[in-house]
């Protein structure tokens, strides 16, 4: 009966493992992106002076660039903007988005840069941690799996907490331990709105791990009465 039960959660894993392979990348990016552009929208609405002024029109080039995909034009549209006015939102932005496209386009090394830039520059934590998430994620897929939990342990804004803790969970259970990975799901779904669909990636995560967020839950509450 115990065999059985090993070879479902075995099917199970691979099968999620598969989905994550195929969509993990893009939904994380839509998800890290909304998140930046409405951080985006809160820093303008703090520095509305003449250089946030040109350089939001810079970031608008840039944008047209990515979604022209076009990527030399980007990068080096985002080169001018993180030299003239590095300390503004959109050159943050705007390094995540270079960053995409640049890992849409097979740029890894480039994309670690601009990653890299806004992880060591940017001057909200909120930026700091996306670009942190990100990396570990480019860092998963090439197997660097301590320097992946390296980038985590830095991400630290309050808000990204759930996202954090996921992301740890794919990186501890593509090194093999399934009970630390299930341990990050957990968190990462208590920690997350249950408004938002990605909890159901979260929750299908640990359903596939054999520990249903739920049961878990009911077994806490009747344990604490």
Request: no cysteine; proline share 2%.
């Amino acid at each position: 009966m115990a065999t059985s039960l090993d070879l479902q959660e075995q099917e199970q894993l691979d099968a999620l493992k598969a989905f994550w392979k195929q969509y993990g990348n893009l939904i994380t990016w839509v998800f890290i992106l909304a998140l930046g552009a409405f951080a985006a929208w809160n820093g303008w609405n703090w520095w509305q002076r003449s250089q946030a002024t040109k350089a939001a029109a810079m970031y608008e080039e840039l944008d047209r660039a990515v979604a022209a995909g076009d990527v030399e034009r980007t990068s080096r549209i985002f080169g001018d903007l993180k030299e003239r006015y590095a300390r503004t939102v959109f050159a943050q932005q705007g390094a995540m988005a270079a960053a995409k496209l640049q890992f849409e386009k097979g740029q890894i090394d480039a994309a670690k840069a601009s990653l890299g830039w806004v992880a060591a520059n940017a001057g909200e934590d909120e930026y700091r941690t996306m670009a942190r998430l990100s990396m570990a994620d480019l860092l998963l897929q090439a197997k660097q799996y301590d320097e992946a939990l390296k980038q985590l342990d830095d991400a630290k804004a309050p808000s990204f907490e759930a996202l954090v803790a996921d992301r740890r969970g794919d990186v501890l259970l593509a090194q093999g331990k399934a009970d630390a990975a299930r341990a990050a799901y957990q968190t990462a779904w208590a920690a997350m709105d249950p408004k938002l669909d990605y909890r159901r990636l979260i929750e299908a995560k640990l359903v596939s791990l054999a520990a249903p967020p739920q049961a878990a839950a009911s077994a806490a509450s009747g344990a604490a009465r």
